[in-house]
């Protein structure tokens, strides 16, 4: 052979039974097939073997694989993020004429999917009440096809009484979504409660050091796997075997800084409750949080973002002021990492109720809780 011809022959020379520890990073686009007549183009690559980059690679699929062990699912897809999760999940069981319902407390870009996109598709996403439970039966349609639900809800927290939702969709044959995002899949059962497909960023948990951005849509059983999958197909929804590594690498410290989250969060929440500047705090595991005796019977536990709600003699202005004297907090969006964040939703409304910019989403990191609690402080000392 041609020395020119030897740099492209990929067939390897070192020995390849090395036994990592570790999922190794497989990075490639192109299967090579044994003969032509076992060339496939198919996306059911975890039982019918490899056939394009695309649909997978031993890395994702072992992320895949994990995720589908912890959550119960059949059969969990990895896909580029959390929003392409909501995504794909829209167009897997949306269609022209089809009407779905999404919580008014759902994550925003959710909702600005509903409005846009599927609007432009003909789908009529409509928002309800995420306390609505079982009362959600009034506002199943002959073609509603799916509803969302969200745990608690993106910053205003409403707990979703979800088993009385499915009750409610399933006895009208309408598949229910969940964004567990906010229980890193482990907090809340979604398949235990019923749930169709369930979906969370792992952008935030999992991940867990705001350097990856990943999502999962998993399917509870073959209906919904065979639903999604050719849409997740069509879509060309790849993933980088990097990404994944840093996922799976996650997982290993996911319990351990759970922990440590959960306890530091609350502490920080307890001691924003008592403090007579904060009207209210919007945290799942305290009685002041709208589900909270929900929260109660069906999590396991709770996480590390919450908002509260400043007493209502505060000013916007001073809640922005509140904002920019954080020191150990950083301003910024997202969550699940290991710094501490805070953002104000100045413009942030919900049917009835207006915050008139006082709401504020903090996200708990793995900082020295008592730093935490001393940078609050001084931050809420400068209002007054
Ligand atoms: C962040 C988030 C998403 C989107 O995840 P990305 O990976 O940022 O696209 C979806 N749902 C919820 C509840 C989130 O917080």
């Known amino acids: 052979m041609d020395w020119r ?9 070192a020995r390849q039974d090395y036994q990592s520890l570790v999922t190794p990073v497989y990075r490639g686009s192109t299967v090579v097939f044994s003969d032509q007549n076992a060339v496939t183009d198919d996306w059911r690559q975890a039982e019918n073997g490899y056939s394009y980059g695309l649909y997978g690679t031993p890395t994702s699929l072992e992320l895949a694989a994990r995720i589908a062990s912890i959550e119960g699912a059949k059969e969990t897809f990895i896909v580029p993020g959390g929003q392409a999760a909501i995504a794909l999940i829209y167009l897997a069981y949306c269609q022209a004429g089809s009407h779905a319902l999404v919580p008014f407390s759902a994550y925003g870009p959710n909702k600005a999917m509903a409005e846009g996109l599927m609007r432009g598709l003909h789908v009529e996403v409509e928002p309800y009440d995420p306390l609505i439970g079982a009362d959600i039966a009034a506002l199943i349609r002959s073609n509603t096809s799916l509803i969302w639900c969200e745990s608690p809800g993106s910053v205003t927290m409403e707990v979703q009484d979800v088993p009385a939702i499915v009750a409610a969709a399933h006895a ?7 964004d567990n995002t906010y229980a890193a899949g482990v907090m809340f059962d979604a398949f235990a409660h019923g749930v169709d497909v369930s979906m ?15 999502g999962t849509v998993s399917a509870r059983d073959s209906a919904a796997y065979d639903k999604l999958g050719p849409i997740y197909q069509q879509l ?6 990097d990404d994944c590594s840093l996922a799976l690498r996650g997982l290993q410290t996911l319990a351990v800084r759970l922990d440590v989250l959960e306890q530091s969060t609350l502490k920080v929440a307890k001691w924003l409750s008592d403090q007579p500047l904060v009207g209210r705090v919007l945290h799942p595991a305290m009685a002041s949080c709208p589900g909270h005796e929900i929260w109660t019977r069906d999590f396991t536990g709770s996480t590390s973002v919450f908002s509260f709600v400043f007493d209502e003699h505060i000013r916007a202005e001073q809640v ?13 969006m997202s969550w699940g990492g290991v710094n501490s964040l805070a ?8 049917p009835n109720q207006d915050f008139a910019g006082r709401i504020v989403r ?12 001393a940078d609050l402080d001084q931050a809420l000392s400068k209002m007054v």
């Open 200 to 214: 969370q960023a792992l952008t935030k948990y999992v991940g867990g050091h705001s350097d990856l951005l990943l």
């Open 172 to 178: 009208k044959g309408v598949a229910v979504a969940l």
């Open 362 to 373: 903090l996200n708990i990191g793995l900082e020295a809780v008592d730093d935490l609690i």
């Open 343 to 350: 953002v104000v939703y100045p413009d942030l409304i919900r």
């Open 5 to 13: 011809t030897k740099l492209l022959n990929p067939a390897p020379r």
């Open 320 to 332: 922005i002021d509140f904002i920019n004297n954080l020191e150990i907090f950083r301003i910024g």
């Open 236 to 241: 060309g929804l790849a993933v980088s075997p």
